[in-house]
């Protein structure tokens, strides 16, 4: 026999438990990353040998791999100062405050709104058609009613919801080290560049004090009788033009400092870098394996990220299919005498449920179901094309790397055989075998030998930074695991 207490209640736990069963629904696909296509192996050759010993790349601060103690100062400068890092962390904060919102969904928002009110009624008013007689009353209300609401997430919705604006905040996350790897490489780029410049005008002002002592003793030469006026038109001509070379590499040098300034958060013309010729060698490099580089670079964290963003956001679009749950309740407290207010008899309360469905929207949610299927799509798209882009800057920069270190032996032998070929045309000409002419050949092709030397060096640590970039400096997407907002029970009470 059922009492009359359990007829009441038996279809209110078997709507619950239905309630309960559907909440655990959610519609939409399962996020799996999509596949990309890798390769087994770089295509390295010497000095890239398979099984040498090479340095890992540090995590965080990978520019001290190059042991120079200025870019470390100027690095710790710009991850301080520079404004570009600084707009990336604000977006970064603002994604967390966004998934903080949603987050934010999952409990019910309770409310208060106590109101006092004195009135009067007119004696006139109108009495529906009742025949009594009115007077005018003067009343108070005093009213403490408390409100929730709560919207149950039958079909996962707000589930989705919450996945994509955590996974955003992760996107958010691997953006802000991508700002950080991009800037700290420009630096180090720009500075091993105006390093190689420092290289260059050494090379052309040691140059010019040559050609100043040779034009001093072909002028002499030509008081005594022994040397043309040709010969001393062609060695000033060359000592000119050089001292131009100097001048021009000066403009281009400042340029490059000026760079620098701008990244780590400097007025361009009170920011100077003492002049120092380039002597560092580029660092050896662990490669890893090419499918490590999908774990290391920020960027392809990034585009994963937004795949999964936009994968949520599909089973966001397909829960407007199914019907809405909304659970209210109000009570509190009523008199017309703020002394009774709290009387039993003054409380009230009211408990509902209301549920919510679109019958016909023409359309309008398979169209949004399909632009969020499409945007899918589309971050699959950006990120294969971002690991395509990763494995062609890293192949680059490893067959760049192997390239220059070719060019760079060869070339400190031209420099050796042209300090030789000048030696001996200057022997020559003492003797009085040679014109001066062979001589002033000879100081151009020095000098023009040891310029690309000096070239070759600094593109190569140039490369050398623009290889630990594509490698991904030394970050890891697992860092991407912590970064999540979780829901706690004492955010109910959070204002």
């Known amino acids: 026999m059922v009492v009359p207490q359990m007829k009441i209640f038996l279809p209110l736990l078997s709507a619950t438990g239905f309630v309960l069963f559907l909440a655990g629904c959610t519609v939409g696909p399962k996020y799996q990353r999509a596949t990309a296509p890798t390769t087994a192996k770089w295509d390295v050759s010497e000095p890239w040998r398979q099984g040498d010993p090479k340095d890992a790349v540090p995590k965080g601060e990978w520019w001290s791999i190059f042991h120079d103690d200025e870019l470390n100062d100027l690095e710790k400068d710009a991850l301080a100062a520079n404004q570009s890092l600084e707009a990336a962390t604000g977006n970064y904060h603002q994604a967390r405050a966004a998934a903080a919102v949603q987050v934010a969904t999952n409990f019910p928002t309770p409310g208060v709104s106590p109101s006092a009110e004195r009135q009067r009624l007119s004696g006139n008013r109108p009495t529906n058609g009742a025949v009594v007689a009115l007077k005018p009353v003067t009343q108070n209300t005093f009213t403490l009613p408390f409100t929730a609401g709560y919207e149950v997430d039958l079909f996962g919705q707000r589930r989705r919801t919450i996945e994509a604006a955590e996974a955003s905040y992760q996107a958010s996350a691997a953006n802000l080290e991508n700002v950080r790897l991009v800037i700290t490489a420009e630096i180090a780029g720009d500075y091993f560049t105006l390093r190689q410049l420092d290289s260059e005008l050494g090379i052309l002002n040691r140059t010019v004090d040559t050609l100043r002592r040779g034009l001093e003793l072909v002028d002499s030469r030509h008081k005594g009788g022994v040397a043309s006026g040709l010969d001393v038109a062609q060695e000033e001509t060359l000592l000119q033009t050089t001292r131009t070379q100097a001048t021009l590499l000066l403009q281009q040098r400042k340029q490059f400092e000026d760079a620098i300034a701008v990244l780590v958060g400097r007025p361009a013309p009170d920011f100077h870098i003492p002049a120092k010729e380039l002597k560092a060698e580029p660092p050896p490099i662990d490669l890893g394996l090419p499918s490590d580089l999908l774990e ?140 001066y002419l062979d001589v002033v050949t000879a100081q151009q092709n020095l000098l023009i030998n040891e310029q690309e030397a000096a070239v070759i060096q600094g593109q190569r640590l140039v490369t050398s930074v623009l290889l630990v970039k594509a490698l991904g400096g030394g970050w890891d997407a697992s860092s991407l695991a912590v970064v999540q907002v979780k829901p706690k029970l004492k955010d109910i009470v959070a204002p």
């Open 296 to 435: 290391r670079r920020p960027d392809i964290a990034q585009a994963e990220r937004q795949m999964a963003v936009a994968n949520a956001e599909i089973g966001v679009a397909k829960a407007a299919y199914y019907p809405s749950l909304n659970l209210f309740g109000n009570g509190g407290w009523q008199a017309a005498d703020i002394a009774k207010l709290a009387n039993v008899s003054s409380t009230f309360w009211a408990l509902g449920a209301n549920v919510a469905e679109s019958i016909f929207t023409g359309g309008a949610r398979r169209a949004q179901v399909e632009f969020a299927k499409s945007g899918y799509e589309v971050n699959v798209a950006n990120y294969r094309q971002s690991v395509l882009t990763a494995f062609e800057e890293v192949q680059d920069d490893v067959t760049g790397l192997t390239v220059l270190e070719q060019a760079r032996e060869t070339q400190q032998q031209a420099v050796d055989a042209a300090r030789r070929t000048l030696d001996l045309s200057l022997d020559r000409y003492r003797g009085g075998l040679v014109s």
